[in-house]
Nanobody
Framework: VQLVESGGGFVQAGGSLRLSCPTS????????MGWFRQAPGKERELVAA???????YLAASTKGRFILSNDSNVKTLHLEMYYLKPDDTAIYYC?????????????WGQGTQVTVSA
């Protein structure tokens, strides 16, 4: 198992959560890493990604609320989520690959549930 997410949970609207995804040196240094999410009945969508050169992507629906960061000391990707809304309810997956925007993913985590109540 290469990617293992943690930090999901149940919060009320307006609350916050921090997701973490530690990985190996080889994956961390060679891959674009990011977070996808999939809500019930919906397709999996890219939420945020960071490439090897530090370029970041955030989905429009999360800008101003979500912060993506990577800690090179511990080879861990974080997603800080603030002002959560019920629409953010989904399973969140950590991913690593060549181009997450095109779903060119080499590794998937098992997912962590985020539930936001109204």
């Amino acid at each position: 198992v290469q990617l293992v997410e943690s930090g999901g949970g149940f919060v009320q609207a307006g609350g916050s959560l921090r997701l973490s995804c530690p990985t190996s040196e080889s994956i961390f240094s060679s891959s674009t890493m990011g977070w996808f999410r999939q809500a019930p009945g919906k397709e999996r969508e890219l939420v945020a990604a960071i490439s090897r050169d530090g370029t970041t992507y955030l989905a429009a629906s999360t800008k101003g609320r979500f912060i993506l960061s990577n800690d090179s000391n511990v080879k861990t990707l974080h997603l800080e989520m603030y002002y959560l809304k019920p629409d953010d309810t989904a399973i969140y997956y950590c991913a690593a690959g060549r181009d997450l925007v095109t779903f060119d993913v080499d590794y998937w985590g098992q997912g962590t549930q985020v539930t936001v109540s109204a």
